[in-house]
């Protein structure tokens, strides 16, 4: 069974809820690493927890949710193994798959409402990574090497 890793800060928790929600309606397994309150964390702890989950391979997928997403975003890519997409609609979230293969979406609680994070969601779990020319360039994200085309 496919898992996907939830993690948020205190702005994000609720709709992380509803995210967790969804997946498991979709069959996924769902690992939810918190928050789960209003009470303050630091959205860097919160993208370390879900970087080091992927990296321990206990889940294929992540979801971060801030405030805005931005800054749990950019926390994110700190680590070569995470493409984080910070996503707004559904046509940013079928790119961040199609040409970046991104493994972690981002969302902003603050200034993506919940209907729209599901289509995100959604859509980003149904979009395959296009390969080809994009291939290349993702492996230079993780610090590989590709043979030029």
Known sequence: MTVIAFA????GWRLKAEL???ARERGLEV???????????????MAEALARTLAEGRARWGVLICG???GISIAANRHRHIRAALCHDVT???????????????LGARTTG???ARDCLNTFLDTPFEGGR??????????ETT???
């Open 8 to 11: 948020s800060d205190h702005a």
């Open 20 to 22: 967790m929600t969804l």
């Open 31 to 45: 690992l939810d690493l918190g928050v789960n309150s209003d009470d303050s964390v630091d959205y860097p702890d």
């Open 68 to 70: 805005t997403g931005i």
């Open 92 to 106: 940013t979230a079928r790119y961040a798959r199609l040409h970046n293969d991104a493994n972690v979406l981002a």
């Open 114 to 116: 919940p209907e729209v």
């Open 134 to 143: 994009h291939a290349r360039r993702v492996a230079k994200l993780s610090g």
């Open 147 to 149: 043979p030029a085309e």
